[in-house]
């Protein structure tokens, strides 16, 4: 059951629990681009001497550490907040990478066929029978752990859904009356491509990008977790994770307030991914 039916709204209207998914979806952008106005420290200050301070809303709080402090004294709400920026803009910059890669390879395996086409169908059958972690801790063992590098790995993961996409959806659209009619008149497969096919198709290939998403969020989060991802004194929300997971049975907070913003950030970005499917697929009916 998806979304739309679980939750059904007038037509053409978001649900309210889409409503939600999108509000928690723009404050997780807006705390990303403003990280530095909204922390109220920088997330590398220590103070060991407010070491393990629980959350405000707790007993023994501190207002001046409204979400507590971690092991080394720092700030837990301005770790988060660099945090979001830095698994969000880590996941976004890979998914777009993906996205373009397998869109390419897709658009022109479904245009060129022959052997073109069995070459990239190939590589999309040999990533997708290859483990993303597998393939990620591998990637890192040879080429080193660095920024740029961790997001090109982490694009590796999922390129081969766009290419197929990309390639079946070609397929169909070169089998319409307008390409052919283009092409008919003597249009470059270039104008074809870029003027035509890409506009026809890019509506499916967002909704996948909007899928692919949490996808990529988690396995930044797996990676900086086991500590292959980024590197102290940077942060992110699988590094912050890894790091609580030591002080769960006397600081709880600094693994589960981490943990929660991936949760609702990935199940948020799932459900108006699925939503946008709803709305952007003609066979299904808008008034479910």
């Known amino acids: 059951m998806s979304v739309a039916e679980a939750f059904p709204a007038r037509r053409g209207a978001a649900s309210p629990v889409v409503i939600v998914c999108i509000l928690w979806l723009v404050t997780m952008v807006v ?3 403003g990280a530095d106005l909204i922390a109220p420290t920088h997330y590398t200050t220590q103070d060991l001497t407010a070491r393990f301070r629980p959350p405000a809303f707790l007993a023994g709080g501190d207002l001046r550490h409204l979400l507590g402090t971690d092991h080394l004294g720092r700030d ?6 660099y945090a979001v920026r830095t698994s969000i803009l880590i996941a976004f910059f890979g998914t777009m990478i993906g996205a373009f890669f397998g869109t390419m390879i897709g658009v022109a395996a479904g245009r060129l066929r022959g052997p073109v086409d069995l070459v990239a169908m ?3 059958d040999m990533q997708t029978a290859l483990p993303a972690m597998f393939v990620a801790i591998t990637f890192l063992a040879f080429f080193g752990n660095d920024i740029v ?3 090109v790995m982490v694009s ?3 390129w081969e859904r766009y290419a197929r996409l990309a390639r079946g959806l070609v397929v169909s659209e070169q089998a319409t009356d307008y390409v052919r009619a283009v092409e008919q008149l003597g249009a470059r497969s270039s104008r074809v491509v870029f003027r035509h096919l890409l ?7 967002v909704v996948q990008a909007t899928l692919n998403f949490p996808q990529t969020i988690l396995l930044e989060t797996s990676l900086s977790f086991l500590g292959l991802g980024v590197q102290p004194p940077g942060t992110s929300l699988g590094l912050m994770l890894g790091e609580g997971r030591l002080h769960l049975l006397n600081a709880w907070w600094i693994a589960v307030l981490p943990g929660l913003v991936i949760f609702f950030t990935t199940l948020a970005m799932s459900l108006f991914g699925d939503w946008l499917r709803d709305r952007l697929d003609p066979t299904v009916d808008p008034t479910r």
């Open 199 to 205: 506009p026809n198709i890019l509506a499916s290939l």
């Open 149 to 151: 590098l961790f997001v």
């Open 76 to 81: 837990m709400l301005s770790r988060l907040v």
């Open 156 to 158: 590796l993961d999922g």
């Open 122 to 124: 190939t590589l999309t």
């Open 31 to 33: 705390v990303a681009a």
